[in-house]
């Protein structure tokens, strides 16, 4: 046994990261052969490498290299990162210092090759620096876009019915086909047709949206206040109109998101070039506009079913079609928007609403049906373990095994009984075998838990759902706590479309995971007859 021990190399993590799709992919490969050079230099083992590609330093969200790194780091698979610069890791400041926070408690200290050893002013300067340059960057950014403008090109974005010129950044080409439907689309307006039957016709006649696979309302009406839509696209008048919105980050999400700019700050500029549509036609259609268009906000998730109503026929959700009185008719919204879906019946939302709470209550009063489909999922559960189990019970011996292993050459290591070499060549093969093993057993499947019932739970939400019921305002409006009753139970809502002379049938879709003492993934499906809108029809009791 040597006199003095040698102390072991620490391991490196090497981190590399380039921005765009624009810079060259030998970036990366670059950024590692310079850290691992520095490693070398710094006697550091590399123990492993994570890169992003083409992935921007503003935000750690879908960086799957750098969450990668931190999972690494918590796992204790490496002592020191190395980065080219303190910027690979991250430009944002909240960001950076997190990553610094959380490697500094797990006792690891980043390195660069630019900026040394890490510490928490450099990590602030940097920090700063990273977001000013981000700042400067947008802006420059921004202004180059709006002497793209000024020249009457694009900015960025394709409208329908245009074509980049290839070669020539900005500038865009008319397409005859595509202009001739936007011109159609605005004289069928003009005719006094509306969004919403312009869009079935041209979905009639198979003719392809800008986006998806159907023509709708929203499409051609678009939206006011960004000035988005067919007939609200000013460059169909010959007008460029740019920055209306900027985008922002959620710090959370990490999803860009955009914001709309005071009409102000709106630039306009012409290019007659681009001219679709007719100064006059585009003008009475937008004077027609305003007359047609629903100043009133429109309340929104206030019924009871709001946002969990399904078409059974597409899938798609369903909304009102109108009122008359206390009744409110719903209908499926691809049926309303497009006409693409053939459920176009409208059902009488009261009815249904009704049909779901007697649903609800018939189910759940009925404990033998409860009882069975625990005892099912449980069955079930059972089925699908066995086998496992030998499985499971082999992988945790061989993982005793390779533990006890390991603590006995290094209990000899520590008592003299075996050399420094035998116990180098020795211990890294017993930490990576006992590392299989663990990562084996991780993914190994445990064995079921018995679920059981929760007759208290059952029975209050038994009880919640009668005051519910009695709870719905004349206007059939309900308050955001009494939705969540229905939530916690219920997923979707399924309306299916009647034969001729038959009732619709209704699909509750939900989860028992409250009313057990084990969370449950399995859904639990309750059948049931809604009657359709009419004079003096109420909803029958629901059956299976």
């Given at each position: 046994?040597?006199?003095?021990?040698?102390?072991?190399?620490?391991?490196?993590?090497?981190?590399?990261?380039?921005?765009?799709?624009l810079q060259?992919?030998?970036?990366?490969?670059?950024?590692?052969?310079?850290?691992?050079?520095?490693?070398?230099?710094?006697?550091?083992t590399?123990?492993?490498?994570?890169?992003?590609?083409?992935?921007?330093?503003?935000?750690?969200?879908?960086?799957?290299?750098?969450?990668?790194?931190?999972?690494?780091?918590?796992?204790?698979?490496?002592?020191?990162?190395?980065?080219?610069?303190?910027?690979?890791?991250?430009?944002?400041?909240?960001?950076?210092?997190?990553?610094?926070?959380?490697?500094?408690?797990?006792?690891?200290?980043?390195?660069?090759?630019?900026?040394?050893?890490?510490?928490?002013?450099?990590?602030?300067?940097?920090?700063?620096?990273?977001?000013?340059?981000?700042?400067?960057?947008?802006?420059?950014?921004?202004?180059?876009?709006?002497?793209?403008?000024?020249?009457?090109?694009?900015?960025?974005?394709?409208?329908?019915?245009y074509?980049?010129?290839?070669?020539?950044?900005?500038?865009?080409?008319?397409?005859?086909?595509?202009?001739?439907?936007?011109?159609?689309?605005?004289?069928?307006?003009?005719?006094?047709?509306?969004?919403?039957?312009?869009?079935?016709?041209?979905?009639?006649?198979?003719?392809?949206?800008?986006?998806?696979?159907?023509w709708?309302?929203?499409?051609?009406?678009?939206?006011?206040?960004?000035?988005?839509?067919?007939l609200?696209?000013?460059?169909?008048?010959?007008?460029?109109?740019?920055?209306?919105?900027?985008?922002?980050?959620?710090?959370?999400?990490?999803?860009?998101?955009?914001?709309i700019?005071?009409?102000?700050?709106?630039?306009e500029?012409?290019?007659?070039?681009?001219?679709?549509?007719?100064?006059?036609l585009?003008?009475?259609?937008?004077?027609?506009?305003?007359?047609?268009?629903?100043?009133?906000?429109?309340?929104?998730?206030?019924?009871?079913?709001?946002?969990?109503?399904?078409?059974?026929?597409?899938?798609?959700?369903?909304s009102?079609k109108?009122?008359?009185?206390?009744?409110?008719?719903?209908?499926?919204?691809?049926?309303?928007?497009?006409?693409?879906?053939?459920?176009?019946?409208?059902?009488?939302?009261?009815?249904?609403?009704?049909?779901?709470?007697?649903?609800?209550?018939?189910?759940?009063?009925?404990?033998?049906?409860?009882?069975?489909?625990?005892?099912?999922?449980?069955?079930?559960?059972?089925?699908?373990y066995?086998?496992?189990?030998?499985?499971?019970?082999?992988?945790?011996?061989?993982?005793?095994?390779?533990?006890?292993?390991?603590?006995?050459?290094?209990?000899?290591?520590?008592?003299?009984?075996?050399?420094?070499?035998?116990?180098?060549?020795?211990?890294?093969?017993?930490?990576?075998?006992?590392?299989?093993?663990?990562g084996?057993?991780?993914?190994?499947?445990q064995?079921?838990?018995?679920?059981?019932?929760?007759?208290?739970?059952?029975?209050?939400?038994?009880?919640?759902?009668?005051?519910?019921?009695?709870?719905?305002?004349?206007?059939?409006?309900?308050?955001?706590?009494?939705?969540?009753?229905?939530?916690?139970?219920?997923?979707?809502?399924?309306?299916?479309?009647?034969k001729?002379?038959?009732?619709?049938?209704?699909?509750?879709?939900?989860?028992?995971?409250?009313?057990v003492?084990?969370?449950?993934?399995?859904?639990?499906?309750?059948?049931?007859?809604?009657?359709?809108?009419?004079?003096?029809?109420?909803?029958?009791?629901?059956?299976?």
């Open positions: 046994m040597s006199a003095a021990r040698r102390t072991p190399m620490k391991r490196a993590a090497l981190y590399a990261r380039y921005s765009s799709d060259t992919d030998r970036s990366i490969e670059d950024q590692v052969a310079l850290c691992s050079d520095y490693a070398a230099k710094q006697q550091l590399v123990a492993t490498v994570f890169h992003d590609r083409a992935r921007s330093g503003a935000s750690i969200m879908g960086r799957d290299g750098v969450l990668s790194m931190m999972d690494a780091a918590r796992d204790g698979l490496f002592d020191v990162p190395i980065v080219e610069a303190l910027d690979r890791l991250s430009r944002d400041q909240e960001d950076l210092a997190g990553i610094y926070k959380r490697l500094t408690h797990l006792g690891i200290e980043i390195r660069a090759v630019h900026d040394g050893r890490a510490d928490i002013v450099q990590i602030g300067i940097r920090g700063l620096v990273g977001a000013l340059y981000l700042q400067d960057l947008a802006q420059k950014v921004r202004r180059g876009m709006a002497g793209v403008v000024r020249d009457g090109r694009s900015a960025g974005g394709k409208a329908y019915g074509a980049p010129v290839p070669g020539k950044l900005g500038e865009l080409s008319i397409l005859p086909e595509e202009a001739a439907i936007v011109l159609r689309i605005f004289e069928e307006y003009a005719a006094g047709r509306t969004p919403r039957d312009i869009a079935g016709g041209l979905n009639d006649d198979n003719i392809a949206p800008p986006r998806g696979r159907y709708s309302g929203g499409t051609i009406n678009g939206n006011p206040k960004r000035g988005y839509g067919i609200q696209n000013a460059i169909y008048d010959g007008r460029i109109v740019w920055n209306r919105v900027h985008m922002v980050k959620d710090p959370d999400s990490g999803r860009r998101q955009s914001r700019n005071p009409k102000s700050e709106w630039q500029h012409a290019a007659e070039h681009l001219r679709i549509v007719p100064a006059e585009f003008a009475a259609v937008n004077n027609r506009k305003p007359r047609n268009r629903c100043e009133t906000p429109q309340r929104k998730n206030t019924r009871l079913l709001s946002g969990l109503l399904r078409c059974g026929a597409c899938g798609s959700g369903m009102v109108d009122k008359m009185g206390r009744l409110t008719r719903i209908v499926c919204t691809r049926a309303k928007e497009s006409r693409s879906c053939t459920n176009t019946r409208p059902y009488a939302v009261d009815h249904i609403e009704a049909t779901v709470l007697d649903g609800l209550r018939a189910r759940l009063n009925d404990k033998a049906l409860i009882d069975h489909y625990v005892a099912a999922y449980n069955d079930e559960h059972q089925k699908l066995s086998g496992q189990g030998a499985s499971r019970e082999k992988a945790a011996q061989r993982l005793d095994a390779a533990k006890r292993e390991y603590g006995r050459v290094l209990n000899a290591y520590v008592k003299g009984m075996i050399s420094e070499a035998e116990a180098e060549q020795r211990l890294p093969e017993l930490r990576a075998e006992r590392q299989r093993l663990e084996e057993l991780a993914v190994t499947p064995p079921p838990k018995v679920v059981t019932l929760k007759p208290a739970l059952v029975t209050r939400y038994i009880r919640d759902l009668e005051a519910l019921a009695a709870a719905i305002g004349d206007n059939g409006f309900v308050s955001e706590e009494a939705k969540k009753i229905v939530r916690d139970v219920v997923t979707t809502v399924t309306v299916y479309p009647p001729a002379g038959e009732q619709p049938s209704i699909l509750i879709d939900g989860y028992l995971s409250n009313m003492d084990q969370g449950l993934s399995h859904r639990v499906s309750v059948r049931g007859g809604a009657m359709v809108a009419g004079e003096g029809l109420e909803p029958p009791t629901p059956g299976l």
